[in-house]
């Protein structure tokens, strides 16, 4: 499984970006797909996950109604559009996919990382004040 990221960069706070994570090596759509987030000094935290159809998504509290996170399944590409940013956005933002099994996007999100594939790089977003 490959993932890579990109579309972070440095917004002022209120910004939007649109993260796009594109994926290979793996029946995309038969995967959980996610995003997830490490600030400096901070534990890495699942920001938002879809399952393969699409049909059911998750978010974590702090950013609901600012991010949506969407997926293009004949691309193999996940998108996460973010905004009305804030700085405690400011994180490196990765991507990851979740085994089959794992295909409930709050457990995907919210649980261990076993069974999950995380991008390599990871895409920095910075939100200025």
């Known amino acids: 499984v490959q993932l890579v990221e990109s579309g972070g960069g440095l917004v002022q706070a209120g910004g939007s970006l649109k993260l796009s994570c594109t994926a290979s090596?793996?029946?995309?759509?038969?995967?959980?797909m996610g995003w997830f987030r490490q600030a400096p000094g901070k534990e890495r935290e699942g920001v938002s996950c879809?399952?393969?159809?699409?049909?059911?998504?998750f978010y974590k509290d702090s950013v609901k109604g600012r991010f949506t996170i969407s997926r293009d399944n004949a691309n193999n590409v996940v998108y996460l559009q973010m905004n009305s940013l804030k700085p405690d956005d400011t994180a490196m933002y990765y991507c990851?996919?979740?085994?089959?099994?794992?295909?409930?996007?709050?457990?995907?999100?919210?649980?261990?990382?076993?069974?999950?594939?995380?991008g390599g790089q990871g895409t920095l977003v910075t939100i200025s004040s």
């Open positions: 879809i399952t393969g159809s699409a049909g059911s998504t």
């Open positions: 990851a996919a979740a085994e089959p099994g794992r295909d409930d996007p709050y457990d995907a999100c919210s649980g261990d990382a076993y069974g999950l594939h995380f």
């Open positions: 090596g793996l029946s995309f759509a038969d995967y959980t």
